[in-house]
């Protein structure tokens, strides 16, 4: 296949993308400079080098000029010796932690579950990070490393599927719990920004009175 | 004007209909038989006369076969001896307290400004009624009464207008509070269902951390 | 059921309208003046009074303080002298003549369907105004009426349903036209206001080329 | 900058593209195989190698095993003898040619303008290939060239810009009609696949009663 087809291919299975913005990405590319498609080209080659996966949070985290340890790379976030260790909060995805992290709300830790699990699914644990997951875990709660783990927060998102995977995620940290007694929380419901009172159901209104303030 | 050019131009000015749907509406209209013609009609006719405005929390509720006090007609919520007469939810219009209604969080009284104040507004006293809530409160923290208000909670909604006529109202209240000792509150921001992480700005975050359970 | 909680319920059949705006709608009416209301209400209660059913095209059109035959009422452009009586439209509503009308660019005669035929629909006779189309048809082939019909344009809108429905009465129309020998067209495609090339269609690009001019 | 940032900014620049969607496509990239990445990398250093743009029609086409001269391509349509050398389609972008030639009702050549001229526009022969298409209509036009231009179809998109393109070129090619007498057309307004009557404005009416058949 010629590179223009290819490209069109390529871009058609990207997220949220058609074949009509497939092939406009294709000839955009057309009009951009040699040096843009050499810089584009490039930058797709070295996006893994540059790039490590944190064998602690499971997040995709720039390497930049330090020295990582390939065997078990460990992200910033991870690695910061001010953030507080004893509280790990469970996202989706990348994305999501960088949200909070925008938010400056939070100075935790991270597990990064890399998607969720869908309703009825038959292998969720295929869907998760679920033994990386399990091991994050035991090590932090483990009397080795000296810290104590005392809460985990489940930060998926507020829909059927978000919902499913955290009370998957809670079942599986039943037995850890009743071991090593941590806290299993959820993030608060209530308005969200540009909530109009009008349109909001029952259970955020329910949330927004007992979290007024 | 012919009654179908009429009635085109009465749907016009309905909320959210344009001429186009105004036009639908009047031909839709056109289909109906004359019994479901004269309902309509008569439904309209007799709207006002079946619906009284509480003179208390200004809400419209229907009559029935009730007799009402015409002077000073009281709703069935603020007439109710099991609500809770010591908290006043402010909320923007009618619908917004059907919202909450049907949640069955909420068992105090309610005020309804009929609108809301738009910022860098000029009368803001002429876009909501104030004088009826300034009236209510005195009523409601008025040693006579034998009741005492510990709590006005301020439910507009989560958006630029809301929050000003929020700011707005704790505004008039503060002269008050500082006579009558009670609390104002706002309800509780966080994820509201729906909400994804990923798209949720940094205040209902962080109010989400600080809400969670 | 109180005059209120009705309206929502009328509200709730008008087209494109769901429960919500109908609630809005009603709440809406609460706010008018009472003069507001009984225009609006007498507006609906003489719909029907001021309208008539033309006998001829089937289209509605308001009487005015015209002398109307009640049993047989003919509209404005059915009477119309300085129309062409040798052509007619046959289209699917009421507002799709408007807007034939509105773009001045015919001067013939209509006839409206009243709806369309589903494709796989077992009564189609039941969808459309089958009878009274075949009646006009031979009134407007008969030769006592001293005029002849040249032609017969479907002028149903360009998709699956309306394309059927033309074809339906493509079928009705066969025996008609191989007695009296009229033409049957149907409204040429092309490129309309708004379209990109890019998007467009390949039947859409065939139909703008042979139409160049 | 790091390759992740630095491809969540050139996404960003792709059309229709912000930010968050750029930090999308970024991170699914990290989820791709080495062997995935290589081959996006390669095929876009290799883009502009296997495409040329044809220097007589100004479309990128791709090259192929095909021998090229490169001082002069010519594509695939431009020197196919099977075309009719009398007509030329003037089209805004390659993916407009690609619509037509995909609806097989063409069967002449073409020139891609590379963009369309906005209204108002200071330095319109800026904004189109304005002297690449003077040289193609000369050389269409000479003696020489033994074949003889009958017909300019000017075929930009049904909106405001596309429309002053179209005449914007008009009156550039006004001085060569008048010398060689050939005919500027524009393509057949009327219904587009999915129009509705009652949506149709007056001109796209108009056009499709003319055009009717």
Known sequence: MDPLSKLEEIFRHFPGIGPRQAKRFAYFLLTK????????????????KSVSMCSLCQRFFPIGNKVVNV????????????????????????????AVERSRAYNGLYFVLGGSVPIFDEAPDQKIRQKELMARLEQMTSQEEGHRLKEVI????????????????????KPLVSTHGF??????????????????DSETLKSALQNRR
Chains 1, 2, 3, 4 share one sequence.
């Open 71 to 98: 065997a078990a790379p460990i992200c910033s976030i991870c690695s910061d010796p001010n953030r507080d260790t004893d509280t790990l909060m469970i996202v989706g995805r990348d994305i999501d932690l960088q």
């Open 154 to 173: 489940l930060a998926t998102s507020v829909n059927p599927e978000g919902e499913h995977t955290a009370s998957y995620i809670a079942g599986l940290l």
């Open 33 to 48: 400079s040699d040096a843009d498609l050499a810089e584009f080209s490039k930058s797709i080659l070295e996006l893994k």
């Open 183 to 200: 806290r299993v929380s959820t993030l608060g419901r209530g308005l969200s920004t540009g909530t109009e009172l009008e349109y909001s």
